[in-house]
């Protein structure tokens, strides 16, 4: 999710912290100054679901489901091919969400959790303008609990109205890891306040009824390092290991040219336990171009573990994941591309997230929404003994031009065909070895989420509220298409044979009715 046009009022506060930028090799010592020091915060042990470990093949516990990011469910079977919103057909139940929706859920131990705004007002002694994570039951969608989270006062230049918490959490060991609408990384407990305790060392929780969010540690990007959100702060996380990986959304002013902190830290490593930066990089400085809305990915290339930041400069940079050191870079923009202001240039940055599988890498451009159509470019990316800035050699193939336009959409992959969306409203199916085009699918309407892979088919919404349903394979077939009343920006899961979609104001859980 990405956002969003004209900037209005105020600075951020906070602190300015020195970190490495993109000039640091792989064979770079540490430098001075590398690690971004944050509060130790001790989180307890969790205990966690029996269940859990039984269960975990059937969950989607982050956006992507895993750390590769790839958007094609390898085990999901039985999801309904069709369903109908009027008559009920196929819908196991549907859970009221805010007024704009734009988190994709993420399912684990019998939970789903989504980002929106406040405007249900599921705890009636909360009104206003808020940032929710809903918390749902698997069963029959009946709210368990929400973590609320009150507007930045600087108003929409960092924290948009309306707009909620674009964030999908990342479950793991009992806890969920998110970016509020604050800019803040959070981690909480998966049971919120409803199991009657306050977990963890934080204890400043402002809303604690039985309904409320129970955070365990919360780490203040715009405060304690001077992060300026450009709009808002969107990145779903991602764990590995001990370490929360995550984009801050640092970016630029009201004005849309000044970048307030360029040293502030666009890419963080953060303990999962204790909320401590563990490293963290300014990579692209003051090269940033609008925002950085996109998300971290975890992969290993001929034995060299590597995780992945698309920067705010339309560069992909990938780091060591255990302290940081630079390993590689790749430009995915022309070099004779030029970024102007509200989309009218042929240089993009990134919202799409990277998907690497094995030694290869897949990443697309694109730009705000509101900036509109412009040419695309997708990447297929050779990491295997990548080093430095790899841009005029590591490129497999290309696909993009006139063919295929901006997007922020981030692609899947199955028995080698590749399947991305652009904001046009285009599915494109690919050779995922040559980037040879198979078809393109007109969805007619303009399309935030990606596609999705599962049980053999490809699923995708779009802006008019229509989610179709086609056959994943060489040739194009169209097996349904569903108007679900609302827009779909959000991208569909299943778990369980439950197929989950979220329009802007409504969670829907959709399984084959049994007689």
């Not at 007024?99 to 989504?114: E, H, T």
């Not at 129970?214 to 001990?242: K, Q, R, Y």
């Not at 003994?385 to 590591?394: P, R």
Request: net charge negative.
């Amino acid at each position: 999710m990405l956002l969003f046009a004209v900037i209005s009022v105020a600075i951020a506060g906070g602190c300015e912290v020195l970190l490495d930028n993109e000039e640091k090799s792989k064979e770079a010592p540490a430098a001075d100054g590398k690690e971004t020091k944050a509060p130790a915060r001790a989180a307890p042990v969790k205990k966690t679901d029996s269940k859990k470990d039984a269960g975990a093949a059937q969950s989607w516990p982050m956006w992507g489901g895993q750390t590769s990011r790839n958007m094609a469910n390898s085990f999901a079977a039985g999801v309904p091919s069709s369903w109908d919103v009027a008559s009920g057909k196929n819908i196991k139940w549907r859970a009221p969400l805010g007024s704009q929706s734009y988190g994709n859920p993420s399912i684990a131990d019998g939970r789903v959790f989504v980002g929106t705004n406040n405007e249900a007002k599921k705890n009636p002694e909360i009104t206003g303008d808020k940032g929710n994570i809903m918390c749902f039951s698997v069963t029959d969608g009946k709210l368990l609990w929400q973590a609320v989270h009150d507007k930045l006062s600087q108003g929409r230049v960092n924290d948009w109205p309306e707009q909620g918490i674009c964030s999908s959490p990342v479950i793991e060991g009992g806890f969920i890891y998110y970016i509020s609408n604050r800019c803040e990384l959070v981690c909480a407990d998966v049971e919120g306040f409803l199991d009657g305790e306050n977990d963890g060392p934080y204890k400043d929780e402002k809303y604690t009824s039985k309904l409320d969010g129970d955070f365990i540690w919360v780490l203040d990007m715009l405060n304690e390092f001077g992060v300026f959100p450009h709009n808002l702060a969107t990145c779903s996380p991602l764990v590995v290991g001990d370490l929360v990986f995550l984009i801050t959304s640092n970016g630029v002013e009201r004005d849309h040219i000044a970048i307030p902190n360029p040293r502030a830290p666009s890419f963080l490593a953060v303990n999962k336990k204790t909320g401590k930066v563990a490293w963290g990089s300014n990579a692209p400085g003051d090269g940033i171009l609008h925002g950085q809305w996109s998300c971290a990915t975890y992969g290993v290339a001929n034995g060299v573990p590597q995780v992945l930041f698309p920067g705010g400069d339309g560069w992909l940079y990938s780091f060591k994941p255990n302290d940081g050191t630079l390993l590689w870079k790749f430009d995915l923009n022309p070099k004779d591309s030029k970024w102007e202001l509200g989309g009218l240039g042929t240089r993009n940055n990134i919202i799409s997230t990277a998907v690497m599988l094995g030694d290869l890498v897949y990443l697309a451009v694109g730009q705000d929404p509101e900036h509109g159509e412009g040419i695309g470019h997708l990447y297929a990316i050779d990491a295997n003994g990548a080093a430095g800035d790899i841009t005029g050699k590591a490129k497999l193939w290309h696909y993009g031009g006139e063919e295929f336009k901006r997007t922020i959409s981030t692609v899947a992959i199955a028995d080698g065909l590749l399947y991305i969306s652009d904001l046009s409203g285009f599915l494109h199916c690919l050779d995922e070895k040559t980037g040879k085009p198979y078809w393109v699918y007109d969805m007619l309407a303009a399309v935030w989420g990606s596609p999705t892979v599962i049980d053999g088919k490809v699923f995708l919404g779009d802006e008019d509220g229509d989610v179709v349903v086609l056959e994943h394979g060489k040739k194009m077939k169209v097996i349904s298409e569903t108007n679900m009343d609302n827009s779909v920006y959000t991208t569909p899961v299943a778990v369980d044979g439950v197929l989950y979609i979220a329009n802007r104001t409504t969670l829907f859980a959709i399984a084959e009715k049994k007689n």
